[in-house]
């Protein structure tokens, strides 16, 4: 069961990119960089009947206003992409378990990827809130799909990769590796949120030596781990599978097989 949050604001950010700001009246729960929240598409009368989780990018001071950051793929998101300001959405969360932000040490390097790069930019905030540097490698299609990068170089140093080449470096956020600015950023921490080529290459590249956490893209239905339908095998546990919605959507990246 959800709550009735009011649409503030919708904006298109990109291509297909929406960024929309809910308000809620009950902001005791806590929202933590890492966390989505599972939103009916529609209005009270006529909606989908399965939630769509979308990743929370940030959240005000004082907790009532929500942004989230979404791309539209099908009837739901396009529902959503077309409410009108002052409509009511229907809710739950937040949901999930966030990024242990006590790994991080002095410098955390965090990547991001399409829809993947939303939930970094709360989780750059609550990092540099607490002395932490940070740098973001952010992998998009083309110039079309970037979004918020400004934001971003608010917070620490950018580095952008686009598939076509027109913004940044050519090719994926592995393809930054090389480049002097990350090379002249030795991490303490990783973090890392986007599909599956690109958390693989984060996995590959520094689980084995640093602090390194996945956020996992996947889709849900519950959102609350009763059904078992988003889950992935345990890397410890042969026997055993995460759920992503709830035992996730982070995890260290060492527990997982992707």
Not at 16 to 39: E, K, M, S
């Amino acid at each position: 069961m959800g709550q009735l949050m009011r649409l503030e604001s919708r904006e298109q950010i990109a291509a297909g990119v929406w960024a929309i700001v809910v308000r809620r009246d009950d902001p005791t729960a806590p929202v933590a960089a890492g966390q989505f929240l599972n939103v009916l598409c529609g209005t009270r009368v006529t909606s989908m009947v399965l939630r769509r989780p979308l990743s929370i990018a940030d959240v005000s001071d004082d907790g009532r206003l929500i942004t989230l950051i979404f791309r539209v793929v099908g009837a739901g998101t396009t529902v959503l992409s077309e409410l009108p300001v002052g409509a009511e959405i229907d809710c739950a969360g937040p949901l999930g378990h966030g990024f242990d932000l006590t790994t991080a040490g002095h410098r955390a390097l965090l990547f991001g990827g399409g829809v993947g790069v939303p939930p970094m930019y709360l989780l750059g905030r609550r990092l540099v809130e607490r002395g932490v540097q940070v740098q973001f490698r952010l992998g998009f299609r083309d110039a079309a799909d970037v979004f918020w990068t400004d934001r971003f170089a608010h917070l620490g140093e950018v580095l952008v990769s686009t598939d076509d080449g027109s913004v940044g470096t050519r090719g994926t956020v592995a393809d930054l590796q090389g480049t002097d600015q990350a090379r002249q950023f030795p991490p303490d921490a990783v973090y890392a949120c986007g599909p599956i080529p690109m958390l693989r290459h984060v996995q590959q590249s520094f689980a084995a030596d640093l602090p390194t956490q996945l956020s996992l893209e996947e889709r849900m239905a519950c959102g609350v781990g009763a059904c078992y339908a988003c889950v992935i095998p345990d890397a410890e546990h042969t026997d055993h599978q995460w759920r992503i919605c709830y035992d996730g959507p982070v995890l260290d990246a060492g527990k997982v097989i992707l």
